[in-house]
């Protein structure tokens, strides 16, 4: 099955048989993909797939809708809340409102300039909070990694918070979201109403914020 139609519109569609029990359903760079069990039969696969447009065309919507960000040579790129203009250069850093990448492998180039620079920025975005809101928490710790499924990891017992390097493009409302976020689970180490309270403290409109933080990459 090279296509499928969604609800009146024709994808590119690639089908994974895998040593899985259930179906899961992805679009990535234009391709619908779904990975099955390896005996389920073509028909059922598509029984399942009529069953279920509605539900992928909100997959692909969300995908379809996501800011996408140029590292080309003269545009501009999102940087801890900055607007910066790429330059290629044979040296990697932020200069009077540029940012000068290898043009070889510009988005690694960015990625190690939010790991050089995210320290920084981060330690000095958690000591506002803390200072502002009197928050009795430490942070001994922050790393900057890549990470697939999270924006943020709070390790209580080691007072270590590490963040997504590529929070970097995201707009200062969103990054400030995951500080909070993650300095709240040092009081309350689940995802409960009690730490959304904490959370909510802080930021008030916390929700808006987490909705723009899933549309944007």
Known sequence: ME??????????????????????IQYKENVVIIKCPKRMKDNDILNIIENNETKIAKIINKVNNKVKYSYENGSEIPFYGQKLKIIYSNELL???????????????????????????????????????YNLPYKVNKIVIREMKTRYGVCN????KITFQTHLAVYPLECIDYVIVHELSHFKVQNHSKEFYYEVAKILPDYKIRQKRLKEIY
């Open 156 to 159: 209580i017992r080691d007072k």
């Open 94 to 132: 932020i200069r009077n409102g540029y940012m000068y990448l290898d043009a070889r492998n510009p988005k690694e180039s960015y990625n190690l300039l939010a790991k050089k620079y995210g320290e920084i920025f981060y330690k000095e975005r958690i000591n506002y909070f803390i200072a502002k």
């Open 3 to 24: 296509y499928l139609q969604i609800l009146g519109k024709t994808y590119q569609c690639n089908i994974i048989r895998e040593n899985i029990k259930r179906v899961y």
